[in-house]
């Protein structure tokens, strides 16, 4: 099953989410932004790295990339910030099951010492609703069944 997550800078939240998705046996993760920063955030390559996940490859990219009839079939696509919500999306090939997880921004903390703190809480919160999502049974469920299961793992905090 494939997962694009999105967020405006694709840097942070989205790329944290990616690789938690890809860690999921049977899922492959991808992540995408709106108004791609260009590179992923050092704290949050830090974070995953510490946390002992691969971070090669990772990218800051364009949701463009995932839209083309060439790209990926994306299963459900998460947004995790409140921008990339509500911006007029791209045509998703496949008609996915879009979702909204709005999550703070760690990258908009400054004080190194919280910024730290606010990767791993991202980390955490991420991982705790994906490793959730993992264990629902998607592929029997129809797509309204997914939308209101997945968007429920948020809404339980």
């Known amino acids: 099953m494939n997962i694009l997550i999105l967020c405006t800078g694709n840097s942070a939240r989205s790329i944290i989410g990616e690789v938690l998705v890809s860690a999921l046996p049977g899922y492959t993760g991808y992540s995408a932004g709106s108004s791609p920063k260009g590179e992923p955030h050092p704290m949050a390559v830090r974070v995953l790295q ?51 997880w709005g999550l703070p921004d760690p990258a908009a903390i400054e004080e190194l010492n919280f910024m730290r703190a606010a990767f791993e809480d991202t980390y955490a919160s ?32």
């Open 126 to 157: 991420l991982k705790k609703r994906l490793t959730a999502m993992a264990a629902l049974p998607l592929s029997q469920m129809s797509d309204t069944d997914r939308k209101t299961a997945i968007q429920g793992l948020h809404n339980q905090g």
């Open 50 to 100: 510490d946390m002992g996940h691969d971070v090669s490859g990772l990218s800051s990219k364009s949701w463009d990339v995932y839209s083309g009839p060439e790209a990926p079939k994306m299963d459900i696509i998460i947004t995790v910030c409140d921008n990339a919500a509500g911006e007029a999306c791209p045509y998703w090939p496949g008609h996915p099951v879009v979702v909204h």
